[in-house]
């Protein structure tokens, strides 16, 4: 059983006062807090052995190589990866999948196939689809969502077909939580002749991921939402996918001869690692997974998925908050809701005042909005160091968002 009070020990931001009332950080699915675990590993890289990665053979340049290949290695048995080679160290989830848009899909993508996604994907995942069928001519196909936000195996089956070339999907919704069947997906995919595409970002810090179970091509992830630092994130691609596909940026390090009218590459991961790498956030990263195997991701998503549960109970009470999404025990830990006749963006306002730290907005889903037939919405979002305490205020704070705006409005 997690011990959170022994969890928020390790998050001296969670220890203080914001307008005057505890903290309660409810944006997780934004960016999480990172604990001195993680801080203190890139302070040590900085003060300690500071160098480049690979070129060098003086001690520090060693030391940091060490360190960031040491971070692929914790990387690869984290999501069970089959080889080493399989991780690409990239920017983020963005970069990660832009990579799989430009590199994969415009050497494989014609006129006439087929892309497949669907609606609740993140801007992250829905853009760099829309651009590459646009250059190429291919038909973007949307699997339909259930009522409840979710997405059925069946609806799946009856959207892919044999013209299918790429099936694209995020593994948990950043604005319902649905916990999507990417493997059953994955495998639909493959017996029509397509790759599967996995949005991780949203699941990774959460639960366990297995990439070999799931049997995706591709799997993208950040640092920044499971406990370690800004700037670095995760391309899981089968070897042999990535070895036939062509570099996304030139220059650096993924360079193997380089002459007046032309270059080639070094083997996978290295040619889609171009430029000085992201050093210091691997390591931070790898301190990240440490920190949340010491903890164990069962324990993590079980208490995340009891906080908003006990949310939800607590929401129901009112008859003027809608909660979006399938029921608590179908989601991870996000809540996203409205109340009626208010802005999210007020309703966030009003929490902030509250020390109350939420999201509100479209959360880079805009047609995922537009199946709502809402502007907006307004999102809790758990994690490891999350209360129920933290809840009770977050519902307090509500109340008084309903009391203040039911004056304004009968006035």
């Known amino acids: 059983m997690l011990d959170v ?8 931001i969670l220890h203080q006062e914001v307008n005057g009332a505890p903290l309660v950080y409810l944006d997780n699915a934004a960016t999480s807090q990172k604990p001195l675990q993680v801080t203190e590993a890139l302070e040590d890289y900085y003060r300690r052995y500071n160098s480049n990665v690979h070129r060098g053979v003086h001690t520090l340049s060693n030391v940091a190589t060490d360190a960031y290949e040491g971070a692929r290695d914790k990387v690869q048995s984290f999501i069970n990866a089959g080889k080493r080679e399989e991780i690409v ?16 899909g415009r050497a494989n993508v014609q006129e006439g196939d087929e892309i497949v996604l669907t609606p609740m994907e993140h801007h992250s995942n829905l853009i760099p689809w829309q651009q590459l069928a646009k250059a190429t ?3 973007l196909k949307y699997i339909p969502l259930q009522p409840d936000g979710t997405v059925s195996v069946e609806s799946a089956r009856s959207t892919i077909s044999e013209r299918t070339k790429i099936v694209t999907m995020v593994h948990v919704s950043n604005v319902f939580g649905t916990m999507n069947p990417v493997k059953e997906v994955a495998q639909i995919a493959h017996e029509n002749g397509a790759v599967m595409v996995v949005d991780g970002a949203q699941s990774t810090p959460h639960k366990k991921v ?3 179970d799931l049997n995706c091509d591709f ?3 950040s640092a920044h939402k499971m406990c370690g630092p800004t700037g670095i994130g995760v391309l899981y691609g089968k070897k042999r996918l990535l070895e036939d596909m062509e570099p ?32 210091a956030g691997a390591i931070g990263l790898n301190a990240a997974i440490d920190f949340l195997n010491e903890i164990g991701l069962d324990d993590i998503k079980t208490h995340e998925q009891q906080l908003a549960k006990y949310a939800m109970d607590e929401l129901a009470s009112y008859d003027d908050i809608e909660v979006y999404g399938p029921p608590a025990d ?24 509250k020390g109350v730290a939420i999201r509100a907005g479209h959360h880079c889903a805009r047609p995922l909005m537009n199946w709502l037939d809402v502007a907006a919405t307004a999102r809790a979002s758990f994690y490891l160091y999350n209360t129920e305490e933290d809840v009770d205020a977050f519902v307090d704070a509500l109340v008084t968002t309903k009391e203040y705006f039911g004056d304004v409005y009968a006035e």
């Open 5 to 12: 009070r022994k969890v928020r020990e390790q998050f001296p």
């Open 248 to 279: 996304f940026e030139f220059g650096g390090e993924m360079i193997d001869e380089v002459g007046l009218y032309d270059a080639t590459w070094k083997e996978v991961p290295y040619k889609f690692e171009g430029g000085t790498p992201i050093i």
């Open 210 to 212: 297995d990439v070999q």
């Open 137 to 139: 001519g291919a038909v």
């Open 89 to 104: 160290f990239t920017r983020g989830t963005t970069t990660a999948i832009n990579t799989v848009a430009a590199s994969f």
């Open 330 to 353: 179908e989601r991870a830990g996000i809540v996203t809701f409205n109340i009626h006749d208010v802005h999210p963006h007020d309703t966030a306002t009003v929490l902030d005042t």
């Open 219 to 221: 799997f993208a992830f």
